[in-house]
């Protein structure tokens, strides 16, 4: 079955940077385009970047263009996270997802999370 | 960037009730609306696609409904294990995929 394991929060300090790291099996990887979502604490969900299956494209929300890049390793079967200059409000739970196969493009399997605490 | 609107914020229900929940875009998303369910502590879990299609081992008792730009979630007879927070979202124009800001459905 389709798993996800996410890896690499942690507290780092405003200003820092952070990569988080995904981890996938049960399924071809490199046959699917892949997300981040976020979850602050008490709050909902947030849409942050996708990247497609080859890595050739990708997009992330306008609140962290320029800060936070997505990328990935069809190799190894792992999705990354890159955060840069991080912010108090970047503090939140860190989901990879992969999306469907076709062309409408819905979340399907979510990992576990990892949690990004950004604190002084 | 298409707004989602979900409704109530908060629905109490006795278990063994219905429960309908409401999503609204700001704009038509075709039937391109999923709808996931979070239990505390957990990940979100994909429950419903293309508007009314259930997930791989979604029961019966959830359904969807609705097209454009109104929704529903239905679950026809509450269980325990259906207390939880419910969001939709949508992916007919994106980037980005947005979701609503959630409806906790409670114990009453």
């Known amino acids: 079955q389709v798993l996800l394991v996410e890896s690499g929060g942690g507290v780092v300090q405003p200003g820092r940077s952070l990569r988080l790291s995904c981890a996938a099996s049960g399924f071809a990887f490199n046959n699917f385009g892949m997300h981040w979502v976020r979850q602050a604490p008490g709050r909902g969900l947030e849409w942050l970047a996708v990247?497609?299956?080859?890595?050739?494209?990708?997009h992330h929300r306008d609140s962290v263009k320029g800060r936070f890049t997505i990328s990935r390793d069809n190799s190894n079967d792992t999705l990354y996270l890159q955060m840069n200059s991080l912010r108090a409000d970047d503090t939140a739970i860190y989901y990879c997802?992969?999306?469907?196969?076709?062309?409408?493009?819905?979340?399907?399997?979510w990992g576990q999370g990892t949690l990004v605490t950004v604190s002084s | 960037e298409i707004v989602m609107t979900q409704s109530p914020a908060t629905l109490s229900v006795s278990p063994g009730e219905r429960a309908t929940l409401s999503c609204r875009a700001s704009q038509s998303v075709s039937s391109n609306l999923a709808w996931y369910q979070q239990k505390p502590g957990q990940a979100p879990r994909l429950l419903i696609y293309?508007?009314?299609t259930r997930a791989t081992g979604i029961p019966a008792r959830f359904s969807g409904s609705g097209s454009g730009t109104e929704f529903t979630l239905t679950i026809s007879s509450l269980q325990s294990e259906d207390f939880a927070i419910y969001y939709c979202?949508?992916?007919?124009?994106?980037?980005?995929?947005?979701f609503g800001q959630g409806t906790k459905v409670e114990i009453k």
């Open positions: 990247i497609s299956f080859d890595g050739s494209s990708n």
């Open positions: 979202q949508q992916y007919n124009n994106w980037p980005p995929w947005t």
């Open positions: 997802v992969k999306e469907s196969s076709g062309w409408t493009k819905y979340l399907e399997n």
């Open positions: 293309r508007a009314s």
